[in-house]
């Protein structure tokens, strides 16, 4: 058990530590490079190699914005076995749907809370 956490701290630190290291050291915003990391999720969720790295990091590869991408990528690919072509547009959010609404949930609970202001 203790090996599990070890890998998933690992994996899931390295995989941050790529994404500080490119919004540190390049000109791209960080919507940009979050964004990449979604769309990188996606392609190697989609060519199978990133599921194989899941199973083994556990939630260290499966909680940042990669797992998010690889999620929505096999969410796509069961719905298009199961419904056919209508499972391109409604598979990923199937598949993605408890973690975009716990986002919102919590998003909107914050708000309640805390109070926005004006940087500076």
């Given at each position: 058990m203790l090996l599990d956490f070890l890998k998933a701290?690992?994996?899931?630190?390295?995989?941050?530590?790529?994404?500080?290291?490119?919004?540190?050291?390049?000109?791209l915003t960080p919507a940009r490079?979050?964004?990449?990391?979604?769309?990188?999720?996606?392609?190697?969720?989609?060519?199978?190699?990133y599921g194989p790295l899941a199973d083994w990091a556990g939630a260290g590869a499966t909680v940042p914005l990669l797992g998010f991408g690889s999620?929505?990528?096999?969410?796509?690919?069961?719905?298009?076995q199961e419904k056919?072509?209508?499972?391109?547009?409604?598979?990923?959010l199937t598949a993605a749907s408890g973690g975009i609404a716990s986002a919102v949930i919590f998003a909107f609970?914050?708000?309640?809370?805390?109070?926005?202001r004006e940087k500076g």
């Amino acid at each position: 058990m203790l090996l599990d956490f070890l890998k998933a701290f690992l994996v899931g630190g390295l995989l941050c530590a790529v994404a500080q290291v490119l919004i540190d050291r390049t000109n791209l915003t960080p919507a940009r490079i979050l964004s990449g990391c979604v769309v990188l999720g996606v392609l190697l969720g989609a060519i199978g190699v990133y599921g194989p790295l899941a199973d083994w990091a556990g939630a260290g590869a499966t909680v940042p914005l990669l797992g998010f991408g690889s999620l929505l990528a096999k969410g796509v690919r069961e719905a298009v076995q199961e419904k056919g072509a209508l499972g391109i547009l409604t598979g990923g959010l199937t598949a993605a749907s408890g973690g975009i609404a716990s986002a919102v949930i919590f998003a909107f609970l914050t708000a309640l809370v805390f109070r926005p202001r004006e940087k500076g």
